[in-house]
């Protein structure tokens, strides 16, 4: 069906498909280090690397929400970049996650899930953001839960733009009991697009993770370095202290705890090693703002602390954090203050 309009050559063999299955299927079962995997996870040479010989692209990775695209970037990384949690709509903005390893940098760049159930404001910002990441990247990384495929995912792989070579991710893979049943799973998937690779892993296995950098790294091109070896993201600290305190919010509080919540950062200076920030959690209700607060102001003091523990252990220097919260309601439904919080 898609054929014509992909990467990957209209005729390509059946035993060419098959093998790439094979090599699917190998990943799947435990396998000796090779030697793909010994380069990946080598020590960068002491000597610098000459521009003429590094090599730096774009992946994105895309994928229905909680399939676990940012603990996937975060593994990638080596470093927690983009917040994770079992809640849907966790990640809602652009984040590249940066690793430079021997020659090689790559910019990854994790996006929202795509968001099919609510028509308002805030996901219209969320798909656009989606949609803007895939354009004009390397590689594409279509993350899907290993065995399954629905009408959301195939609305995410739709949008995908011709051209562009995509590996489909199989991820948590540990959650499958029976293995068996992943060839034919991954035989049905070939038919829905022209996929350059098969690769069912766990995001959470480090092995798995260090075979999919280096399968990665055969698609980027050869070209100079786009950001500075040391770099992990090009986000600023005060958006990943914002970021840190709605994961802990989202963690923090069960169901109850409508998706419409976010995180605003009103201040964030720095005093010699010392960190000060003000955050405010916007909230749509009173009762919402309750259920934040706690039973004698317990939870938002542990959302706090455990914000402030991972801040601190992320950059290495003390942190002081104040946390308020907020009632505004309707503001996911109000474009202007959806842009005014900084969902572009
Ligand atoms: P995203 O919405 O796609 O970014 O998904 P997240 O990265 O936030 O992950 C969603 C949930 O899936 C979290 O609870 C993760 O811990 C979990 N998860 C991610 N990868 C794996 C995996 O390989 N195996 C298992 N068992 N859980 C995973
Ligand atoms: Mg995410």
Known sequence: MNESSSSAPASQASDELEAMLARALGRAAPEPATADTASASALPPAAPVPPEAQRCGYIAIVGKPNV?????????????????????????????????????????????????????????ALNKTVLGAVTDVDLILFVVEAGRFDLADAKVLALLPPGVPVILVANKLDRVHRRVEIAPWLRSMQERHPFAEFFPMSAKQPRDVQRLLALCERYLPPQPWFYDPDDLTDRSERFLAGELVREKLFRLTGDELPYTSTVVVDRFEHEGSLRRIA??????????????????????????TEARQELERLWGGKVFLELWVKVRSGWSDDEARVRAYGYE
Request: net charge positive.
């Open 68 to 124: 676990g695209k940012s603990t996937l970037l975060n593994a990638l990384v080596g470093h927690k970049i983009s917040i994770t949690s079992r809640k849907a709509q966790t990640t809602r903005h652009r984040i590249t996650g940066i690793r430079t390893e021997g020659p090689t940098q790559f910019v990854f760049v994790d996006t929202p899930g795509f968001q099919t159930r609510h028509g308002n404001a805030l996901n219209r």
């Open 279 to 304: 955050a405010t959690i916007v909230v749509e209700r009173d009762s919402h703002k309750g259920m934040v607060i706690g039973e004698g102001g317990e939870r938002l003091k542990r959302i706090g």
